[in-house]
Nanobody, 124 residues
Framework: QVQLVESGGGLVQAGGSLRLSCAAS????????MGWFRQAPGKERAIVAA????????YYTDSVKGRFTISRDNAKNTVYLQMNSLEPEDTAVYYC?????????????????WGQGTQVTVSS
């Protein structure tokens, strides 16, 4: 079956960096658009970044532009989220998702598979 396993979360001070990884199995990874979402306590799950299956196009929500970078390695079936200049407002559970689509997917309902999430906590 399809599995998406996130790793790399943790506790970091404001201004620090983390790199999240999401390893996929059970699917033809190179055919899937990938995305990172986050959900803070009391808030809805929201898109952070997304990348096309060909790596040629990506999307970032406004609050992370210039700080976060999404990338993928189709040979390793892995998508990454490099997070720099972290802020307390970035504290959330981060989820990766896979969607069978040729475009960049920015809404949760377009994704077919989800990981279990990894906690990111940024202290002030």
């Amino acid at each position: 079956q399809v599995q998406l396993v996130e790793s790399g979360g943790g506790l970091v001070q404001a201004g620090g960096s983390l790199r999240l990884s999401c390893a996929a199995s059970g699917l033809t990874f190179s055919l899937y658009a990938m995305g990172w979402f986050r959900q803070a306590p009391g808030k809805e799950r929201a898109i952070v970044a997304a990348i096309k299956y060909t790596r040629s196009e990506s999307y970032y929500t406004d609050s992370v532009k210039g700080r976060f970078t999404i990338s993928r390695d189709n040979a390793k079936n892995t998508v990454y989220l490099q997070m720099n200049s972290l802020e307390p407002e970035d504290t959330a559970v981060y989820y990766c998702a896979a969607g069978l689509d040729l475009g960049v997917l920015t809404t949760a309902r377009r994704y077919n598979y989800w990981g279990q999430g990894t906690q990111v906590t940024v202290s002030s």
